[in-house]
């Protein structure tokens, strides 16, 4: 199993339920500068660390999907956690960095 600083999710869990407080934290930061530096520590740190997870699974699966050949649950919940932030700018500057994921994102979006 990969190393992860988040706990595992369980099958009836939402990733938004992990992260969301984290978010809605750093969008509530007084002050426009500081928001601005809460909101891009978020991005940089706690959503591209789940992002290199995810791109390890798929390194090790050698797979399109998460789970399987082909889409399950499992890929339809991470295609719902990008669209779940309003800043998409952000969720896909994070996403840059990782191909595989930006794939998959589009082929989930296509089915």
């Not at 809460?38 to 998460?66: G, V």
């Given at each position: 199993?990969?190393?992860c600083?988040?706990?595992?999710l369980?099958?009836?869990?939402d990733?938004?339920?992990?992260?969301?407080?984290?978010?809605?934290?750093?969008?509530?930061v007084e002050?426009?500068e500081?928001k601005?530096?809460?909101?891009k520590?978020?991005?940089e740190e706690?959503?591209?660390?789940?992002f290199?997870?995810?791109?390890?699974?798929f390194?090790?699966?050698n797979n399109?999907?998460?789970?399987?050949?082909?889409?399950?649950?499992a890929d339809?919940?991470?295609?719902?956690?990008?669209?779940?932030?309003?800043?998409q700018d952000?969720i896909?500057?994070q996403?840059?960095a990782?191909?595989?994921?930006v794939?998959h994102?589009?082929?989930v979006?296509?089915?």
């Amino acid at each position: 199993m990969l190393p992860c600083k988040y706990p595992p999710l369980k099958s009836n869990q939402d990733f938004s339920a992990i992260f969301s407080p984290k978010y809605f934290k750093a969008k509530s930061v007084e002050g426009e500068e500081a928001k601005a530096a809460a909101l891009k520590s978020f991005f940089e740190e706690t959503i591209a660390s789940r992002f290199a997870q995810w791109d390890n699974i798929f390194k090790a699966n050698n797979n399109s999907y998460f789970v399987g050949n082909s889409i399950t649950l499992a890929d339809i919940k991470i295609s719902q956690f990008y669209d779940f932030f309003d800043d998409q700018d952000s969720i896909n500057k994070q996403l840059a960095a990782f191909p595989k994921l930006v794939e998959h994102r589009q082929r989930v979006n296509d089915n």
